[in-house]
């Protein structure tokens, strides 16, 4: 038996094969078995046909492997073979050469799947007049949620809201110059002795380097170190200025005892222009997670400008929640024993009449004697919301008060105060619900033990033996969990304070060394639903990652539709237009070449739309600039293509010789054209934003569209046109031919 017979055979018996593993494991049999009739019958064929031996068996294998991408459920899998059935399918014609066949049956395959891809598409723009059927429309999907890939319009042609939020960079170099003091004072405590260089400095040996020297922040960039003996200044020795002036710049002064280091202007410009990009991966990421695919997230100086097309106001207020969210995680130690030195010590003239403002004690955990549990009284500092002097107002005007009370306290450099919701139940409810009334005070150590930065995943937990208390669950890194387990281990019997966006969430007790790199954040004891909703975004805003430093909305704007509905109309209006005066140009002109020319372009501008439609790209008016300049590049293939054919023919040419020559001495203009304006394309592509990017991206495409439509597609049909007959005379490429 010939060789193509015994593969045909083995071709036929693996899809038969397929199929009726198909068959056999999914319930719906009737589009498998129909599936296994057309792989047998193919195969059939195809051993009792060598000349249609190889499109057959590649169809027989399309049709097998379909069945099986059926019962898998695999959309892109069954398209792929579809794809590779109506490609195969086109081996079968009786015209033309093989070749010409396989290049024909591809094309054609190409433009099937590109009106399937872009049916989600005609369903939008049609209102739902054109259906898609049920199986299309729950497969041909990206993004999560999933939803259909279709071409969205954007905010300049739909409408919808436009936010600017501005990075507070300031903060982020605060947070830099807090890194800076903490390394600081590590350094000095291991060149005084104090700590070994090893793992991270110990609350006993910064209290041991307090006797020595006081590291202070007073300003934005500025630390500042004030030495009790001034011969300790010989401690910054060459290791302590090798590890920070590279960048920090060193002054003296301004007293004889003190050394003051501040942050390099090209140092402080880095980290404001990294907040600015953090911040906008951070914003996106957010977007993404709220399956908003169509949103566009640009910047421009410090600004984040995020455009979300569409009308749903109820929606825009969740999605401005969700952006702002700073999801700063900390864990800080609460320094319960050293609370009396602020609120113990305060009296009752010192808090304002009629605020609600009252100093109280707790007894508080204050870890291990031994094995015995020391207790000791804490004094902090509370105030009850909606007192007779303001009643009616917010919680969250409460806390301003409260915030304002403490700046006139004398709070250590090395220690904040942390501000934590107060609750009280509510009665005669089932189950248990708590409601807030004020707001309290814990005083916390500066320094956070853990952040945010550790923590790679984060999910969703319901505790069923506390009232189906919703939490979230957090996942730390390998660092992150070694810490916690040595902080927690160091601390049993010590408040451990969760602090989220500068609210103290919860302060659990340490009761023991936890390791395992798991944590969890509970919701409170609430609304369930709130709990759920308040998890929920929590959770998405500590997946996507905590923003570098505090974003402030700077402006906000909504676009009514009926703007969008214009510039859709004016657009859609003059490309009409301008697309229909070429067309009628190029038939007017080059006759039945012209109309090849005008179905090529149709072809780009479809093709065109089904790949961006693929990554459900968004819309603009700049986009529809791209398209439109597109068109006419694709045409201009077409006018060289057919000059150089007129030429030939004026030379005396064959109508097949000029058809020949014309495609062959037109391809190097058409590539010198079109690769020059790529280039242009791809370099705005990487350095332009917003709408500059949109025309970019949709002038790329559509340059590779065009190359693939008037040259490769336009040259099939003039291959059929001259060779299919031998008495072709005449080539309708103008008047005179």
């Avoid at 495609?663 to 500059?692: C, E, K, N």
Wanted: proline letters at 5%.
């Amino acid at each position: 038996m010939p060789n193509k017979n015994v593969l045909a055979i083995l071709s036929g018996v693996v899809a038969l094969g397929l199929a009726a593993l198909a068959v056999a494991m999914h319930g719906e049999a009737l589009p498998i078995l129909g599936s296994t009739v057309a792989a047998v019958g193919l195969f059939s064929w195809g051993v009792t046909n060598p000349a249609r031996r190889t499109a057959l068996v590649l169809m027989a294998m399309a049709a097998g492997s379909g069945a099986l991408f059926f019962h898998f459920d695999s959309f892109w899998g069954l398209f792929t073979c579809g794809f590779v059935l109506v490609w195969s399918g086109f081996g079968l014609l009786p015209v033309m050469d093989g070749l010409w066949r396989l290049k024909a049956g591809f094309v054609f395959a190409v433009f099937l799947g590109a009106g399937i891809v872009l049916w989600p598409t005609a369903h939008n723009i049609s209102g739902g007049k054109i259906q898609v059927p049920r199986y299309l429309a729950d497969r041909i999907v990206s993004g999560s949620p999933p939803e259909p890939i279709a071409i969205a319009p954007g905010l300049d042609l739909r409408g919808g809201m436009r936010l600017v939020y501005t990075v507070e960079v300031d903060e982020a170099i605060r947070d830099k110059r807090d890194h800076y003091a903490d390394d600081m004072r590590q350094e000095l405590a291991t060149s005084f002795g104090f700590h070994s260089g090893e793992g991270r400095v110990t609350r006993e040996e910064l209290t041991k380097l307090d006797d020595k020297l006081h590291v202070a922040q007073p300003e934005t960039a500025l630390i500042r170190i004030k030495f009790k003996d001034k011969a300790d200044k010989s401690k910054l020795d060459d290791r302590f200025n090798k590890a920070f002036l590279t960048e920090l710049a060193e002054t003296p002064g301004p007293g004889d005892d003190e050394i003051s280091f501040k942050i390099r202007s090209e140092v402080e410009s880095q980290i404001r222009e990294r907040a600015v990009a953090q911040a906008k991966d951070t914003v996106s990421r957010r977007v993404d997670e709220l399956g908003l695919r169509e949103a566009a997230v640009t910047t421009r100086d410090e600004d984040i400008i995020v455009e979300v097309p569409g009308s749903d106001e109820s929606s825009f207020a969740s999605i401005k929640e969700i952006i702002r969210k700073t999801a700063r995680l900390e864990f800080k130690m609460v320094d319960d024993a050293g609370s009396d030195k602020v609120f113990g010590t305060l009296k009752e003239d010192t808090f304002p009449p009629d605020e609600g403002l009252a100093a109280y004690q707790e007894m508080a955990p204050d870890g291990l004697d031994g094995t015995h549990k020391k207790q000791i009284k804490a004094s902090y500092a509370r105030i009850s919301c909606q007192p007779p002097k303001y009643p009616n107002e917010s919680m969250a005007d409460c806390l301003g008060r409260l915030r304002t009370w403490t700046t006139s306290l004398t709070v250590p450099d090395d220690h904040v105060i942390g501000f934590m919701p107060v609750t009280e139940p509510v009665p005669d409810t089932e189950p248990l619900q708590f409601k807030q009334v004020g707001w309290r005070t814990l005083y916390l150590f500066g320094r956070a033990e853990v952040t945010g930065d550790s923590i790679t995943d984060a999910s969703i937990g319901q505790d069923q033996q506390n009232f189906g208390q919703y939490y979230v669950s957090l996942t730390f890194s390998p660092a992150g969990a070694d810490r916690f387990e040595e902080i927690t281990g160091a601390n049993i019997n010590r408040r451990f304070a969760i602090i989220l966006d500068d609210l103290v969430d919860s302060a659990p007790v340490i009761r023991s060394k936890i390791g395992g790199g798991r944590a969890q954040i509970t919701m409170g004891a609430g609304d369930p639903e709130k709990q759920l909703h308040d998890a929920h975004q929590l959770d998405l805003v500590l997946r996507s990652g905590a923003l570098p430093a505090p974003i402030t909305p700077s402006s906000e704007s909504i676009i009514g539709p009926s703007l969008g509905r214009d510039a859709i109309r004016e657009a859609v209006k003059g490309g009409s237009f301008g697309v229909a005066a070429v067309l009628l140009f190029m038939i007017f002109y080059y006759r039945k070449s012209g109309f090849v020319a005008d179905v090529a372009v149709l072809m780009n501008l479809m093709l065109q739309m089904a790949v961006l439609a693929s990554f459900s790209a968004t819309m603009t008016l700049p986009g529809v600039a791209g398209l439109a300049l597109t068109i006419g590049m694709s045409i201009d293939v077409n006018v060289l293509v057919n000059e150089r054919i007129r030429e030939e023919l004026r030379g005396g040419k064959t109508v097949r010789a000029a058809v020949e020559a014309g495609y062959s001495r037109a391809w190097p203009s058409i590539v010198d054209g079109h690769a020059t304006v790529f280039i242009s394309g791809l370099i705005l592509m990487q350095y332009g934003s917003g709408p500059v990017k949109g025309f970019a991206v949709t002038l790329v495409i559509g340059i590779i569209c065009s190359l693939f439509t008037g040259f490769f597609c336009t040259r099939l049909v003039f291959d059929w046109w001259v060779r299919s007959s031998a008495k072709v005379k005449r080539l309708s490429v103008g008047a005179e031919f």
